[in-house]
């Protein structure tokens, strides 16, 4: 088994772990107290290719492989989350999903623009009463007599991006008899009239994204705008997270690892009792335990890339890699950010140092995207077959 990266592979993630560390880490901190979108940096992100990294370069993309993907996200998270997440939607839940469902027409006018890092893509399922029931939704979309246009009516909530997205891709019902089966999806321009934003969300963490409720009133999506068949919603909006899933995960890994990293070196420094304390029995546990899981976390989220990679060759799912991998990236790391807070006493609790922003950064990875239940459920009733 061979587990050295390609020339390609080193080469993105030496890029984005230089441009993380000079131009995100120095911002991060400042953005986060103000919880301020940070627009300048990830447009220079898009003009590195790191907005739309598998997307072929002919829709603007990078046209790398999902292993690139997740070794770039995982640099881009260990200096900042927000900045992660905005990347992470903007390349799977939103790019991955046309690249993978939509027409000719709509790779070229929906990814493009946002692949380029030109504008900012959002996707939008979650709704105020359903979350992890995700099938559960109100919003409706009605096609008009004349079959031109669908006029959309609902609200969804928690849209990472909502406040400044140009393009969202929206899940909304066709037949509401149909349940999950009556579900369509649609591509929309957040421009366009019908479309209203909500206020925005103030959150414990990943302050420096934006996320916010949208509404539609009457809103008139082309018919040429809707993406894959009527009735194929969810199951698109299933497959988007699946690939989705495996952004967090590299998300998460990197916050850990950002967070282990501190740890090691305050243990070296911060001397207690006339010696550093990293020489002390608990705090080694602690090192050691740290080490171990953001080792498995890595893994974890590389092997799931490496499945969906063998999914674009050869086709199958790979759902259940995908959930493992965000599943234990996600609670390692909360274990490291808790234990590296913890090591680091009073200056983990003080916004002297990034650590308390570790910590509550990693918190959503075990919430967005499906939380750890929703995981456990995936996983187990793809292994059981029982629901
Ligand atoms: N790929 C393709 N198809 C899938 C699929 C997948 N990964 N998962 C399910 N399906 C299909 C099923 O095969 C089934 O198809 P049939 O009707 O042909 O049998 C259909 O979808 C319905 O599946 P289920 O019966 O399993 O559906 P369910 O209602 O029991 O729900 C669930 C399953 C796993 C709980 C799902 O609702 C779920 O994942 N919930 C969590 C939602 C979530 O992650 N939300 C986060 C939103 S995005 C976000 O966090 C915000 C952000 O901006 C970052």
Redesign the pocket.
Known sequence: MDFSLTEEQQMIQAAARDFARSQIAPVAAELDARGEFPSETIAQMGELGLMGIEVPEEYGGAGMDPLCYALALLEIAAADASHA?IM??NNT?YCHGIMKYGTEAQKQAFVTPIASGQAIG?????EPQS??????MRTRAVLSDDGAHYVINGKKS????GPVAKYVMVFAMTDPEQ???GISAFLIDAEADGFLRGKTEPKLGIRASA?CEIEFENYRCPAENRLGEEGQG??I???V??A??IG?AAQATGIARAAYEASVEYARERQAFGRPIGGFQMIQAKIADMRTRLEAATQLTLSAAWHKQKSREGGG?Y?LQASMAKLFASEAAMYVTHQALQIHGGMGYSKELPVERYFRDAKITE?????SE?QR??IS?LETGL?
């Open positions: 997440t992470s939607v839940l959002a996707y939008a399922l979650t979350g992890s029931d995700a099938s559960n928690w849209i990472t991006s349940g999950a089966r996320t969810f199951k909006a299933m497959g997270l699946d989705g899933r967090i799912r759902t919430i967005y995207e499906g939380t929703i459920m995936v009733r629901r």
